[in-house]
């Protein structure tokens, strides 16, 4: 699922992200100038977003050019070149297995596939790709889960042919019990997958359930958590570098961000203020 490199041209803003316990899932976050990619194809679904500048590529029989603010999707083994029209070209594009999109969307047969190669974005998918490159790089197993399905569903019901979801149904007991298991294993890395094979039920359902229970997905609940676990911390001395760790936020900017996002100030600010 590589994506072809050339000699030529500057890369040296080119990402590819993966997890090691998120199989068959890439993310390219394409930043270069003068960088051709010949004729190839990729084993997966491709979703993705033109940030900045102008993208282009030959496929199915025609030349398009993609502006910033177009989607470029693609099928699996959908023959394709690329390259910049402009000076220099950022993109990011979600790479997803045909084979984990079963599983994934909860969906027992596969979407038809993409029709349109190039439709215009509402800012919904490219601000999805960019909180997924953000989860790859910092964030969490069940955010980057949460995330990730998040998306599917929007590009696949809007241009891949996909039935809405229904409604998840009131599970009380079941997402009661996710939240007592976050309740008390907040500080862990806690994975989607594995709580939806511990309560007998998809990941999508257990996202849409807990929202519709508690208002937020699990994830965020899950940071509220740690939050709440960090101001009785700082509170009590902890150094910011220990709460990091302890918490299991990816590292101390990471922990000061998501601190912030949800208090309207920095770690050290609620701890000067509180001492005052």
């Known amino acids: 699922m590589a994506t072809p490199r050339s000699a030529s041209g500057v890369t040296d803003g080119n990402r590819l992200l993966a997890r090691p316990w998120l199989p068959g899932v890439e ?3 394409a930043d270069f100038s003068g960088q051709p990619f010949g004729r190839h194809s990729h084993d997966a679904f491709a979703i993705g977003a033109i940030l900045h ?3 282009g ?5 025609a030349r398009h050019a993609l502006p910033a603010g177009t989607l470029s999707l693609m099928n699996p083994q959908e023959p394709h070149t690329g390259h910049a029209e402009s000076p220099r070209l950022i993109y990011r594009m979600l790479y997803i297995e045909e084979a984990r999109l ?3 969307l909860g969906r027992k047969r596969l979407p038809r596939g993409f029709r349109q190669l190039n439709p215009t974005d509402d800012g919904a998918v490219a601000a999805g790709l960019a909180q997924l490159a ?3 790089q910092h964030g969490d197993a069940l955010g980057l889960e949460s995330r990730l399905l998040q998306l599917l569903e929007l590009v696949f019901t809007r241009h891949g042919g ?10 009380g007991g079941t997402v009661a019990a996710l939240r007592d298991y976050l309740e008390q294993h907040y500080s862990e890395a806690v994975s989607l997958q594995a709580l939806a094979e511990q309560l007998q039920r998809h990941p999508r359902h257990l996202i849409e359930a ?3 229970a508690y208002g937020v997905p699990p994830h965020t609940w899950l940071l509220q958590r740690r939050i709440r676990e960090a101001k009785r911390r700082l509170l009590d001395g902890e150094t910011l570098a220990e709460l990091a760790l302890g918490l299991g936020f990816y590292d101390q900017a990471h922990f000061s961000g998501t601190f912030r996002r949800f208090t309207g100030v920095t770690p050290g600010q609620f ?3 509180a001492r005052a």
């Open 102 to 104: 079963p599983a994934l």
């Open 210 to 212: 807990f929202r519709r």
């Open 27 to 29: 993310l390219f976050h």
């Open 162 to 171: 996909l039935r809405p979801m229904q409604t998840a149904r009131r599970d």
């Open 134 to 136: 953000g989860d790859f």
């Open 57 to 61: 590529y030959q496929c199915r029989g």
């Open 271 to 273: 701890r000067a203020t």
């Open 53 to 55: 500048g102008v993208g």
